[in-house]
């Protein structure tokens, strides 16, 4: 199993994904509808957390249509129940993914990957020809563009340790040139951030997610207990306000068996 730094056993991270499925599924759900989505498809997500999307891609799909969710680890997508779901338990870096699929979709997890290009091929490679890929994944260009030096030194320290782990919070940008390279068409790549308040969803995912870390980050001495203190607070005070990363959807196309585009 490779490792991955916010596991399921972590006793926040149920709470944790369940804010993240708040936060983004409204996003993920109007870009994987843009594709056309429908009846009949067949579906597979992998990394798929909590596994509403799996679920809402189900109720899209009808009873002709099929979802495959994947995670390495699947204590969270037990309790997904629809008849034409199925839950499965893969690394994505090294099992059989299956084949043929209209719709290959990732969220939030290849930003966490070391081969993390090796994987887009593998995703792409899993597509049927004329089928489609989403990757929504983070870009950190919007958080250092802040009013508070506090909050822009913590977001430093906190990307430079995560940089040190292996993570790469500006893989936003890179899918689309690899995509288009592996012989993709038709790429749309849409960027969402928010300006998020103290106290708000936002703040509390962020919040928990940093709560789970704390740990090694204060241990890198990439943030002091004085910094971290007093951006939580932050994070938690209803009078301030800044910019969430940006979450960045990246589409594409797998031509038709004869190469033609849509
Ligand atoms: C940040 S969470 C995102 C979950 C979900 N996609 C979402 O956006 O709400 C990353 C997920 O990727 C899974 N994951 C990490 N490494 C993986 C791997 N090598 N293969 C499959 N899943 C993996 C984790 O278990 C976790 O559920």
Not at 184 to 210: N, P
Not at 237 to 258: C, G, I, L, Y
Request: contains cysteine; hydrophobic residues 40%; charged residues 20%.
């Amino acid at each position: 199993m490779s490792h991955y730094i916010l596991p399921h056993s972590d006793p926040l991270e149920d709470d944790r994904l369940a804010l993240m499925s708040k936060m983004l599924d409204p996003h993920m759900r109007f870009r994987l509808s843009q594709l056309g989505l429908g009846e009949g498809w067949r579906c597979l997500e992998v990394g798929a957390g909590n596994g509403t999307i799996s679920q809402w891609l189900a109720d899209q799909v009808g009873p002709t249509g099929h979802v495959t969710a994947t995670d390495i680890d699947t204590a969270f997508l037990g309790k997904l129940a629809r008849d034409n779901l199925e839950v499965r338990q893969i690394d994505v870096t090294k099992d059989p993914l299956g084949k043929d699929y209209d719709l290959v979709c990732a969220r939030a997890l290849l930003h966490h990957i070391p081969d993390r290009l090796d994987v887009v091929a593998r995703l792409a490679a899993a597509v049927k020809p004329g089928g489609f890929i989403l990757l929504e994944e983070p870009d950190f260009h919007p958080v250092e563009d802040t009013d508070s030096p506090a909050v822009r030194d913590f977001w430093r320290g906190f990307i430079a340790w995560a940089a040190n782990c292996g993570i790469d919070y500006f893989i936003g940008r890179r899918l689309a040139p690899v995509l288009s390279k592996s012989g993709m068409t038709d790429i749309g790549v849409h960027g969402e951030t928010i300006l998020f308040q103290g106290g708000s969803l936002c703040a509390r995912y962020w919040t928990l997610t940093f709560e789970e870390l704390r740990e090694p980050i204060l241990a890198s001495g990439l943030i002091t207990p004085t910094l971290w203190n007093e951006t939580l607070a932050l994070f938690g005070n209803a009078e301030f306000w800044t910019w969430q990363n940006s979450f960045v959807a990246t589409s594409a196309r797998k031509p038709d068996a004869d190469g033609a585009a849509a």
